[in-house]
């Protein structure tokens, strides 16, 4: 395995063969890779809902704004091109900790660079109309939505493209690929050595 492959590749993904579906044993295999994540005092509050039922998968895919800077609705999925999977991130409500964030965050990272792993793209969305999904998935009110995770098998390409910018953008073009602008690494950091 080359890791830096693997955290080039594992971009955000848009768009999908939605008749290519995921099998629910690599669906485990994501879900089971959250585990391996660090927690803050090893705490084991966060809960996921696996999401592969079609007509769910679309009605959560509705309750989703998708690409906020490209205009016209373009970054949403189009019918044929949808999301085929959903893993719903929740953290309980009276989780005050500072750290679930992080851990959160941890958690979402290794179940993309999992589902990465086998050829399964991903994108992580918070815009989420949290009453809708609450409503369709029937989400406890003690716990609280706090990300969604569409996933499928991409069917564009997604690149990082060195820019410096005051504020890089991402952009989609012609052929559908997505453009994610990033500042060189060089202007992020400084050493103390």
């Known amino acids: 395995m080359n890791l830096d492959l693997y955290l080039k590749q594992r971009r955000t993904y848009r768009s999908f063969f939605e008749d290519k579906k995921i099998d629910k044993e690599d669906a485990l295999k ?12 090893n705490k084991q509050m966060l809960k996921y809902l696996v999401v592969l039922d079609e007509d769910l998968v679309n009605k959560i895919t509705d309750n989703c704004n998708w690409a906020g800077l490209i205009k016209n609705d373009k970054g949403r999925p189009q019918k044929g091109h949808r999301p ?23 958690s979402i990272s290794n179940m993309t660079l999992k589902a990465w792993d086998l050829g399964i793209g991903s994108c992580i969305i918070a815009s989420v109309n949290r009453k809708e999904v609450r ?35 991402y952009l989609r073009d012609d052929q559908g690929d997505y453009k994610v602008e990033r500042v060189p690494t060089e202007r992020l950091f400084k050493f103390y050595e």
């Open 30 to 41: 994501i879900i089971e890779s959250q585990k391996y994540a660090s927690r803050a005092a």
């Open 84 to 106: 085929v999977m959903y893993i719903v991130v929740l953290k309980d409500q009276m989780d005050k900790s500072p750290m679930t964030d992080v851990d959160i965050g941890l």
């Open 135 to 169: 409503n369709l998935l029937d989400i406890p009110l003690k716990q609280d939505i706090h990300t969604v995770i569409a996933f499928g098998y991409p069917d564009h390409k997604s690149e990082i493209v060195e820019k410096d910018t005051e504020r890089p953008i």
